[in-house]
């Protein structure tokens, strides 16, 4: 019954490197999500995808790429860490007309 | 534009005592509307949604929330309030494949 899964949970990174944050879901769901926590900001999406092979941008896609290869996982990349981009990424998953989404636990990143 | 507004911030109640957290959205259509709580550390849980039918909604954990047209409003209701109600609250409003989210609404519970 694992739901949503990130990972990592946690990561470090300096200014100019590069990551992926991995998603993946068991609930075959259609729709993926990538948000951003900041405090005093709520979440903001990032990118999303509505199905296998999509991605469409959010409110807030500047500095990350995603990719959905396959239907379970979402990859959220960021090619150049800026310290702007320390937050929560939270990813989701839904499926259509449902809104039931599912959020995962969360990965904390901090760019330095 | 699709739009939630929590315009408290931060609320403090006594244990036992009850709740209400605000939430106002704009949205051209009939809004599917949704309050998510989230625990330190953790991720969102929905505890209650609306999207037609009965306007007063129960959700998980004893809270209810009620749909008002007229005020464009989904407050989000708890009638004794438990010290492990403490945390953040997030209203949201469904729109075509996304979500927006209100900027939260952190409760504190006072023993």
């Known amino acids: 019954n694992a739901g949503v899964t990130q990972t990592p949970k946690f990561r470090v990174l300096k200014t100019g490197q590069s990551m992926t944050l991995l998603c993946a879901q068991d609930?075959?769901?259609?729709?993926m999500y990538w948000y951003r926590q900041d405090p005093g900001m709520g979440l903001r999406l990032i990118h999303y995808s509505v199905g296998e092979g999509t991605t469409a941008k959010g409110e807030v896609p500047d500095g990350y790429n995603v990719s959905r290869l396959k239907k379970q996982n979402f990859l959220l990349g960021l090619e150049s860490a800026a310290p702007s981009q320390t937050s929560v990424y939270f990813c989701a998953s839904s499926n259509p007309g449902n809104y039931g989404y599912t959020f995962g636990s969360g990965t904390r990143l901090t760019v330095v | 534009a699709q739009s939630v507004t929590q315009p408290d911030i931060h609320i403090t109640v006594s244990e036992g005592a009850s709740l209400e957290l605000r939430c106002n959205y704009s949205?051209?259509?009939?809004?599917?509307l949704f309050w998510y709580v989230q625990s330190p550390g953790q991720g969102l849980q929905l505890l209650l949604k609306?999207?037609?039918?009965?306007?007063l909604v129960q959700g998980i954990k004893g809270f209810e929330a009620e749909f008002k047209r007229s005020q464009s409003s989904f407050n989000l209701r708890k009638p004794s309030v438990h010290w492990s109600d403490a945390a953040e609250y997030f209203c949201?409003?469904?729109?075509?494949?996304?979500?927006?989210f209100g900027t939260g609404t952190s409760l504190t519970v006072i023993p």
């Open positions: 949201a409003v469904g729109a075509g494949n996304q979500f927006y």
């Open positions: 609930m075959n769901h259609e729709y």
């Open positions: 609306y999207f037609s039918g009965d306007t």
């Open positions: 949205y051209g259509a009939t809004p599917y």
